[in-house]
């Protein structure tokens, strides 16, 4: 994971993740992150972010990995998925990729225990189980399971940590 000099109360991190619709390093466009929020008049915690954009735009693989589930929705995914394994390059751990709401997978590639390669296409922004086309997506660290997801701006090339949150 590579450093960059502090720059004022910032410091930028590299992790080699890209961002799922743009490829950039850096995160892009975003409507809802990571955090608590009002659905329905009511407060929730939405585990990921979604990105807002028209129904068809690809998406790809935010780093190399596995696939571990890709179909329809399920009894552990409300919609359309994706998820690939992959490995947190700042504490080994395993961390799920999870892309939901998709209107389509490439499902000539992209099937359980098939390898995937950073910046892979994987399907396509939909709105299955969603009321607009958007892409919302998750890190889950150390188990698939619903409940262990961290904040995927963690990852990205210029995340920004306060000084005092870097060791
Ligand atoms: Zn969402």
Request: proline residues 7%.
């Amino acid at each position: 994971m590579k450093k960059y000099p502090k720059e004022g109360n910032r410091q930028f991190i590299e992790t080699g993740y890209i961002w799922p619709i743009s490829k950039s390093v850096t995160p892009d466009e975003m409507n809802t992150s990571f955090g608590p929020r009002i659905n329905n008049n009511k407060w929730n915690f939405h585990e990921g972010c979604d990105l807002p954009a028209p129904l068809g735009t690809p998406v790809y693989a935010m780093h190399s990995g596995e696939i571990v589930s890709a179909g329809d929705g399920d009894n552990n995914f409300s919609s359309r998925h994706v998820v690939i394994q992959s490995v947190d390059p700042t504490n080994s751990k395993s961390i799920f990729l999870v892309y939901l709401h998709l209107s389509y997978i490439d499902d000539k590639n992209i099937k359980k225990g098939v390898k995937v390669e950073i910046g892979q296409y994987i399907g396509n922004v939909g709105s299955d189980g969603a009321t607009y086309p958007h892409l919302h997506f998750e890190f889950r660290e150390g188990t698939i399971s619903h409940g262990s997801s961290i904040h995927p701006l963690i990852f990205y090339h210029i995340t920004i940590l306060p000084i005092f949150m870097v060791k």
